[in-house]
C-alpha cells in the first residue's frame, strides 16, 4: 500500500465519524396520555391524511416541521417515503380536489415539542436529544 492510499484512509476515517455524529435521530412523539401504540406505517397513513384517528380510537391531528427543515425533510423520505417534493405535489392535488388538507407547519421543535405536551391529539416529531418527560416517543429513526 503506498503512503497516499494510507494518508487518505487516515484521512477518511475521521470525515466518517463526523458525518455520523452530525446526523440525529428524528423521534416521533405523542401526549404521554395517548394510549396508542403506533408503527411507522399508521405514522405514515396519518400524516399522509388517510387516516384521522389513532387506533385506540382518539383523533390523531399531525403537524408538520417548517418546509425546507432538515428534519422534515429526513421524516418525508424515512416515514412517508416521499422527497419534499413529491409531499408537496401530494398535497396540492388534495387541496385542489378538496379531498384533504396538508397538517399544519410550525417553526421548531420546541413548539411541536409544547402543542404535543398540551394536547393528546397531536402527532409531530422532533429532533430525539429535544425529548424529555412532557412527550411519548412512538418511534425513532
Known amino acids: 500500500m503506498t503512503i497516499v492510499k ?24 405523542i401526549h404521554p396520555s395517548n394510549a396508542s401504540a403506533l408503527d411507522k406505517d399508521t405514522v405514515k397513513k396519518i400524516f399522509l391524511g388517510k387516516t384521522k384517528s389513532f387506533p385506540s380510537g382518539g383523533t390523531a391531528v399531525p403537524i ?16 412517508l417515503g416521499k422527497s419534499s417534493s413529491q409531499i408537496k405535489a401530494y398535497w396540492s392535488k388534495l387541496v385542489f380536489t378538496g379531498k384533504g388538507t396538508p397538517p399544519k407547519e410550525v417553526e ?19 429532533d430525539a436529544t429535544q425529548v424529555d418527560d412532557s412527550v411519548k416517543v412512538v418511534f425513532s429513526f
Open 6 to 29: 494510507i494518508a487518505l484512509r487516515l484521512l477518511f476515517i475521521p470525515v466518517l465519524f463526523c458525518a455520523a455524529t452530525v446526523i440525529a435521530d428524528t423521534a416521533v412523539i
Open 64 to 79: 408538520n416541521q417548517k418546509d425546507g427543515d432538515a428534519t422534515r425533510a429526513g421524516f418525508d423520505q424515512n416515514v
Open 108 to 126: 421548531n421543535d420546541a413548539e411541536i415539542k409544547a402543542l404535543v405536551a398540551n394536547n393528546p391529539n397531536i402527532i409531530g416529531y422532533i
